[in-house]
């Protein structure tokens, strides 16, 4: 099992930036080939996939985040970022890090393991 913990929400105003970080412990190698992905869920709303990224590096964004948020991993580090800017109000939600064997980690219900969350809040 693999264990996530998230770090780096707050709140933030209109245009601003953050970075979330996901550093991920326990049996890692029998995770492998391990894709990682960031999830948010706004109050109200299901929860949704912001972006993910496959052990070798491929990523994909929802369409709501193109050109403004950018996924990334260091595999030494075991640790999964999201570098966030240009952030607008109606991205405020809970992020949580994801992660799962190759791209099952873009379908929720076959995510293997979840972080805690952290709060992001966007302010006008």
């Known amino acids: 099992q693999v264990q996530l913990v998230e770090s780096g929400g707050g709140l933030v105003q209109a245009g601003g930036s953050l970075r979330l970080s996901c550093t991920a412990t326990?049996?890692?190698?029998?995770?492998?080939?391990?894709?990682m992905a960031w999830y948010r869920q706004a109050p109200g709303k299901q929860r949704a996939l912001v972006a993910a990224i496959t052990s070798g590096g491929t990523t994909n964004y929802a369409d709501s985040v193109k050109g403004r948020f950018t996924i990334s991993r260091d595999n030494a580090e075991n640790t999964l970022y999201l570098q966030m800017n240009s952030l607008k109000p109606e991205d405020t939600a809970v992020y949580y890090c994801a992660a799962g064997r190759n791209l099952r980690v873009v379908i929720p219900t076959l995510v293997d393991s979840w972080g805690q969350g952290t709060q992001v809040t966007v302010s006008s």
């Open positions: 326990g049996n890692i190698a029998g995770a492998n080939p391990m894709a």
